[in-house]
C-alpha cells in the first residue's frame, strides 16, 4: 500500500460542503506518479518506494539516471522521492499510483518549498511591530532596536533575531484534510493551504497521528 | 481550460435570479437550528454585489426595530433559495454605502419606471450571450 504521492499546486479556490458552508481548498494535481524503484531491507538496508513526478523529455535526462528508468523499464520523470513504506509488498515497480489511494476525510501531511522573499527585514521575516510613526520618532521606522547589552556580555547573544534570507525553506503542514479525490482528473482537494507558489512540488504523506475530532 | 476554473464552475449555480443593486429583495435562507431546518426570509434594500464567478456575494440592508442591519449573503451558497425582487429601485450608484448615514424617508430608493425596469432587462438580455461567449 503506498502511503503518499507527489503533486503540483494548482491553485487556491473554495467549495460549497454538504452542510452549505464554504471552506477553502488547495487543488493539487497528482497525475503522471510512477513508481520507478523500490527500496528492499536485505539490499538497501531500509524499505521504502521510490515515486516519480512530472513528464521530461528523454534527452533532458542525466545519462545515470536514464540507465535507472531503463533497467527498471519505467517512464522517465523528472522528479523522484522516496517513501518510507513497510508494507510495500503490492507495489509493483512502474505501477502509476493516481488520487486514488486517499479518501475524502482523510489527513494529509504536505510538504512544499515556501515562496522565496529574498533579504527581508524583521517585521516581515518575524513579525516585529516596528517603531511609532510620529511623537518624536525620525527616521527608523521598521527598525529591529537594539541588538544586544553593552559590555557584559559584549557580543551578540545566539540566536537574535535579525534580517536576512526569508523564505525557500522547506515546510510541512501537518493534518490537512482531503475534501474531494477526483480520480479521473487525478485531482485532490485539500482544506486550507499549502506551502509554496501555485505550480510548486508538493509530498503528500498520510499522517500518522491524525487530529482528532 | 484550467482545473481551478472548471471547479469553481462545477460550484456556481446554472441560474442566478437577475436583480441589480437598489432593489429590495427578499432573501430565502435555509437554517439549522439542532436537526430541524426552516427557512428564514430577510428582506432589504440590496446595497451592494461584490466579487464574481463563485465567490459572488450580495449585501442587503434593512432597518430592524430602528438598528440598521446589514448581512452578506454567498449567491451561489445552496443555503442562499429563493431570491424575489420586490421593488425594483432607481439608484446611479454600483455601491449604497450612503444608505448608512441616511434616515428615515431619505434612506428609501425610488422605484423604476416600467421603462426602466425593461431597459435593464433587455440590456442583462443583450449582455447574456456575450458574457456566456467570452466564459466559454
Request: glycine share 12%; with cysteine.
Amino acid at each position: 500500500m503506498l502511503n503518499g504521492l507527489l503533486g503540483k499546486k494548482l491553485g487556491m479556490t473554495q467549495v460549497f460542503v454538504e452542510d452549505g458552508n464554504c471552506i477553502p481548498v488547495t487543488v493539487i494535481e497528482t497525475a503522471s506518479c510512477v513508481v520507478c524503484d523500490k527500496k528492499t531491507q536485505e539490499r538497501d538496508g531500509y524499505q521504502a518506494v521510490q515515486l516519480g513526478f512530472g513528464e521530461i523529455r528523454k534527452k533532458r535526462v542525466k545519462k545515470a539516471q536514464a540507465k535507472s528508468f531503463e533497467k527498471n523499464q519505467v517512464p522517465a520523470r523528472r522528479v523522484l522521492r522516496e517513501f518510507r513504506c513497510e508494507e510495500a509488498g503490492d507495489v509493483q515497480i512502474g505501477q502509476t499510483a493516481d488520487a486514488g489511494i486517499f479518501e475524502p476525510g482523510e489527513f494529509l501531511n504536505i510538504t512544499g518549498t515556501t515562496k522565496g522573499r529574498g533579504f527581508a527585514g524583521v517585521i516581515k521575516r518575524h513579525g516585529f511591530h516596528g517603531a511609532p510613526g510620529s511623537r518624536g520618532s525620525h527616521e527608523i521606522f521598521r527598525g529591529g532596536g537594539s541588538v544586544g547589552m553593552k559590555a557584559w556580555p559584549g557580543r551578540v547573544l545566539k540566536g537574535k533575531k535579525m534580517p536576512g534570507h526569508y523564505g525557500n525553506t522547506q515546510c510541512t503542514v501537518l493534518n490537512l484534510q482531503v475534501v474531494k479525490v477526483e480520480k479521473e482528473k487525478n485531482l485532490l482537494l485539500v482544506r486550507g493551504a499549502t506551502p509554496g507558489p501555485n505550480g510548486g512540488l508538493l509530498i503528500l504523506r498520510k499522517t500518522k497521528r491524525a487530529k482528532k475530532g | 481550460m484550467n482545473a481551478v476554473d472548471e471547479i469553481e464552475r462545477t460550484q456556481m449555480k446554472k441560474k442566478v435570479p437577475s436583480f441589480c443593486v437598489g432593489d429590495t429583495v427578499k432573501v430565502h435562507m435555509t437554517i439549522k437550528e439542532g436537526d430541524k431546518e426552516r427557512v428564514q426570509v430577510f428582506e432589504g434594500v440590496v446595497i451592494a454585489r461584490k466579487h464574481g464567478g463563485v465567490r459572488e456575494t450580495f449585501t442587503v440592508r434593512k432597518i430592524s426595530f430602528g438598528v440598521g442591519v446589514e448581512r452578506v449573503f454567498p449567491i451561489h451558497s445552496p443555503k442562499v433559495g429563493k431570491i424575489e425582487v420586490a421593488r425594483h429601485g432607481r439608484v446611479r450608484r454600483a455601491k449604497l454605502y450612503y444608505l448608512r448615514d441616511l434616515k428615515g424617508k431619505a434612506s428609501k430608493t425610488k422605484e423604476k419606471s416600467r421603462q426602466q425596469i425593461q431597459k435593464t432587462r433587455q440590456e442583462a438580455v443583450a449582455g447574456a450571450p456575450e458574457k456566456a461567449a467570452a466564459s466559454s
